[in-house]
T-cell receptor, first 113, second 109 residues
């Protein structure tokens, strides 16, 4: 049972380059999220999706785009990477239960030089 | 603004009990969560409180007081593997999670 899988796990970019992070979940969850985690700060929501074909902005959406063409996949794109986007990125998903427990991927460590 | 406060770091001894506090000010309240995150790994769910009182789950318990905007996570019979960061998060009126910065718990033999 894979749960939530993120690729790649590590990536180094130069300023201005673009890249896409892929998140895949096999739990048939409706809700998917992209967070970034920086030292000394709580997880911050970048974008989220409440179902296939839908996306919405979170707390820190600038510089990122997302797509949810298939229910199981949620892609996070950086069109022109900046050093401020150096971070650890986590994808998460949840079902529709009241508890709303989040299931996280292993994280993707991105460094922008 | 919305705010979650928890201590940055705590130290405890193997076999002892530790209490990690979390205070919050949010726009509405729809539940409070505790997650555990080992260094270099993903957060994993520990507990969920939506009503006042204590929820016990094995060695871990979580308490909530909505009137005080306060929760704590109680860890008993500490083991070395409990060394991790503990994240407090509150679900607001928009059903979005607001996260604290986490408490790094160091367990000493």
């Amino acid at each position: 049972n894979a749960g939530v899988t993120q690729t790649p796990k590590f990536r180094v970019l130069k300023t201005g380059q673009s890249m896409t992070l892929l998140c895949a979940q096999d739990m048939n969850h409706e809700y998917m999220y992209w967070y970034r985690q920086d030292p000394g700060m709580g997880l911050r929501l970048i974008h989220y999706s409440v179902g296939e074909g839908t996306t919405a902005k979170g707390e820190v959406p600038d510089g990122y785009n997302v797509s949810r063409l298939k229910k199981q996949n949620f892609l996070l794109g950086l069109e022109s990477a900046a050093p401020s986007q150096t971070s650890v990125y986590f994808c998460a998903s949840r079902g529709t239960e009241e508890t709303g427990e989040l299931f996280f991927g292993e994280g993707s460590r991105l460094t922008v030089l | 603004g919305q705010n979650i406060d928890q201590p940055t770091e705590m130290t405890a001894t193997e076999g002892a009990i530790v209490q990690i506090n979390c205070t919050y000010q949010t726009s509405g309240f729809n539940g409070l969560f505790w997650y555990q995150q080992h260094a270099g790994e993903a957060p994993t769910f520990l507990s969920y409180n939506v009503l006042d009182g204590l929820e016990e789950k094995g060695r871990f318990s979580s308490f909530l007081s909505r009137s005080k905007g306060y929760s704590y996570l109680l860890l008993k019979e500490l083991q070395m593997k409990d060394s991790a960061s503990y994240l407090c998060a509150v679900r607001d009126s928009n059903y979005q999670l607001i996260w604290g910065a986490g408490t790094k718990l160091i367990i000493k033999p």
